[in-house]
Nanobody, 125 residues
């Protein structure tokens, strides 16, 4: 049974930083591309960033380029999202997902089949 579990969310002031973590079990971690997505109340889920199986290729949404960094540690079956210079508009539930497809320049929810339950990030102004 595949399990995907996010952690690291919380409340932070604008300009601050958070690091999200995601562990995946029940699958061969380095066979999967991994992604971060977010959904704010009343809005559709959007792709934030994704990373290829070996970690050598990444994609980011324009809204987070230069502020967020995705990385993975395949030895620990763990995915990370370092979020710096946070803005109130980054407030959302953040989800981690595993999938078989990596698209350069795109982060598409439909490419990911295994999802976590999410971790809340709230950025105060």
């Amino acid at each position: 049974q595949v399990q995907v579990v996010e952690s690291g969310g919380g409340l932070v002031q604008a300009g601050g930083s958070l690091r999200l973590s995601c562990t995946a079990s029940g699958l061969t971690f380095d066979d999967y591309a991994m992604g971060w997505f977010r959904q704010a109340p009343g809005k559709e889920r959007e792709g934030v960033s994704c990373i290829s199986w070996g970690g050598d290729r990444t994609s980011y949404a324009d809204s987070v380029k230069g502020r967020f960094t995705i990385s993975r540690d395949n030895a620990k079956n763990t995915l990370y999202l370092q979020m710096n210079s946070l803005k109130p508009e980054d407030t959302a539930m953040y989800y981690c997902a595993a999938g078989r497809i990596f698209r350069p320049g795109a982060v598409e929810p439909g490419d990911f089949g295994y999802w976590g339950q999410g971790t809340q990030v709230t950025v105060s102004s």
